[in-house]
């Protein structure tokens, strides 16, 4: 089970940093990444953290300005967003898989999900 937290209100420009902590594994056991939803558009792809190597993926909209880290001990896994845009303002989903996929940046490889945060960033 998955909870997803942080979300807020930000300025653009801002930082802000979203939490999902695991409840039955240690994050480290997952693959883990972040989705996220604007209105009206499809769930997309946003950044991916592998298992065991720790490798890092991005979308090319946040590289550079977003990064992923994880706290073993605390099973949790961190969405560090800086330099925010109002195009980033989105209802932001973490996710799991047991195992990494080479097609990790399609929401249905991932079996495990959270509630949702909602990021809005005011221009």
């Known amino acids: 089970q998955l909870q997803a937290s942080g979300g807020g209100l930000v300025q653009a420009g801002g930082p802000l940093r979203l939490s999902c902590a695991a409840s039955?594994?240690?994050?480290?056991?997952?693959?883990m990444a972040w989705f996220r939803q604007a209105p009206g558009k499809e769930r997309e792809f946003v950044i991916a953290i592998r298992e065991r190597s720790g490798m890092r993926y991005y979308s090319d909209s946040v590289k550079g300005r977003f990064t992923i880290s994880r706290d073993n001990a605390k099973s949790t896994v961190y969405l560090h967003m800086s330099s925010l845009k109002p195009e980033d303002a989105a209802l932001y989903y973490c996710a799991a898989r047991v195992y990494w996929t080479t097609n990790y940046r399609s929401p249905t490889e991932y079996g495990y999900w959270g509630q949702g945060t909602l990021v809005t960033v005011s221009s």
């Open positions: 039955e594994r240690t994050v480290s056991t997952y693959a």
